[in-house]
């Protein structure tokens, strides 16, 4: 199938996201230069780490906190695969909080949580709850929830709670089921291992809520056949913590005449929407994505977040050979609540440094993006400028691990960010004002 503008929504202008990620993703994933030889924009070129570690632009420092396996108290060690975050106010002026997924399914180190925070004994996954203060040390940390499975990554509700996801339909070896949506509040005090059973039972990727209506937007990193785009209205609609257990409506994006959005290949198609009911959310005997006999499908979808009054979603890339129907390192689409729209914001081309796009986050610098690669390779946090330039921000200089959960702090002051194996953290800082376009 071909796509072009001839058969899509008028008036799906080409162009930039407003964040200033703008033009086709050419740009910066078929450039060869810079992760190396540095640029004349973003922050410079990046220094090498005399420890091996993170190779950042001259002015910045990190320190490593909450490495898998710290100690965190006795019998109690940080676990690994450190994979999405989000950040909150701490208890007082300075300190920022911080909730950590932690995507182990059946190994790994295990997290060790009072009973009335363990989900599923047999599980490994879980969050970590941090509290950093403002020079990037680890003032305080705590399992806040244990006995989930393959936590990858989640969102951030507006009523200041975390959404953690589990990247899994699995039983293996574990005595509850799995692939839930859990709810983990930054305080500790509300926390219940109970599943968010509406938003369904399926590899749950990442969620964007829309702050007006509550909405939650959700990705499915799936296969055979690949996953879904999935809406979830709740029955509650005031929202708050413990809102989306009093249920709601999960369904499924539709896009006719377009059962792959792989073959979409050119920024600012657009195409409108419909939502079809999942029949069964709990996938008690048919996974989700297999109760359609038409829907519109992605391989890899990854990261979500909300901005600009839109969902933003990301598919990290395509592969023919997967059996996808056409070839591209990652895409960035925009759904339109109020248009009922889909819009491919960009498009990453095979073949360049920098691919598989995953976590991505905005930057109250500039109005530019960071996104965090989960490729091929050398694995990057990549930046762009507010004129849309794409500038390596930081290298992994100690292995080719997916860097994950890259988030600001909520006064911007620290860029957090993890290696997911060996799992650790870097609180980054440093002249985030010195952007050059």
Not at 316 to 333: F, L, N
């Amino acid at each position: 199938m071909s796509v072009s503008r001839r058969g899509v929504v008028k008036g799906g202008a080409a162009g930039a996201l407003s964040i200033a990620l703008a033009g086709s993703l050419d740009t910066i994933f078929q450039t060869s230069a810079g992760a190396d030889a540095g640029e004349a924009y973003g922050y410079g070129p990046l220094v090498p780490d005399p420890k091996g570690q993170l190779d950042l632009p001259k002015g910045f420092s990190y320190t490593t906190i909450s490495a898998q396996g710290d100690t965190i108290k006795d019998g109690v060690l940080v676990p690994g695969k450190h994979d999405g975050t989000a950040t909150f106010k701490g208890p007082r002026p300075g300190v920022t909080r911080l909730v950590r997924n932690h995507e182990q399914t059946g190994s790994g180190v295990k997290p060790v949580a009072p009973a009335g925070l363990v989900y599923d004994p047999a599980a490994y996954g879980g969050t970590t709850t941090l509290d950093v203060d403002r020079d990037g040390k680890l003032v305080s940390q705590y399992i806040s929830l244990a006995g989930t499975s393959t936590n990858c990554a989640g969102g951030r509700t507006p009523w200041g709670t975390w959404l953690t996801c589990e990247e899994t339909e699995g039983f293996s070896g574990q005595t509850k089921s799995h692939g839930w949506v859990f709810e983990v509040d930054p305080s500790g005090r509300l926390t219940k291992p109970e599943p968010i059973t509406g938003m369904g039972r399926f590899a749950h990727e990442a969620v964007a809520v829309d702050p007006r209506t509550n909405i939650a937007y959700l990705t499915e990193d799936a296969s055979k056949p690949f996953g879904l785009f999935y809406r979830f209205t709740p029955k509650v609609h005031r929202g708050g913590y413990h809102s989306y257990m009093a249920g709601g409506l999960l369904e499924a994006m539709y896009v006719p005449d377009l059962p792959d959005l792989s073959v979409v290949q050119e920024p600012g198609a657009t195409f409108r929407v419909t939502w079809v009911k999942v029949p069964d959310p709990s996938a008690a005997a048919t996974s989700t994505r297999k109760q359609f006999d038409k829907i519109t499908r992605s391989q890899k979808l990854e990261g979500a977040w909300w901005g600009h009054g839109k969902a933003y979603f990301v598919a990290s890339y395509s592969r023919t050979g997967d059996g996808a129907a056409a070839d591209h390192a990652g895409q960035v689409w925009k759904y339109d609540p109020h248009r009922q729209t889909i819009e491919l914001e960009l498009v990453f081309k095979p073949g360049g440094r920098f691919d598989g796009p995953d976590n991505i986050t905005v930057s109250p610098y500039g109005g530019g993006v960071i996104l965090a690669e989960d490729g091929d390779g050398e694995q990057y946090l990549v930046g762009t400028t507010r004129k849309g330039k794409p500038f390596a921000f930081a290298r992994n200089a100690f292995n080719d691990s997916e860097m994950t959960g890259v988030t600001f702090s909520p006064d911007g002051r620290t860029l957090f960010a993890n290696r997911q194996e060996p799992g650790v953290t870097f609180a980054i800082t440093g002249p985030w004002h010195r952007l050059r376009a």
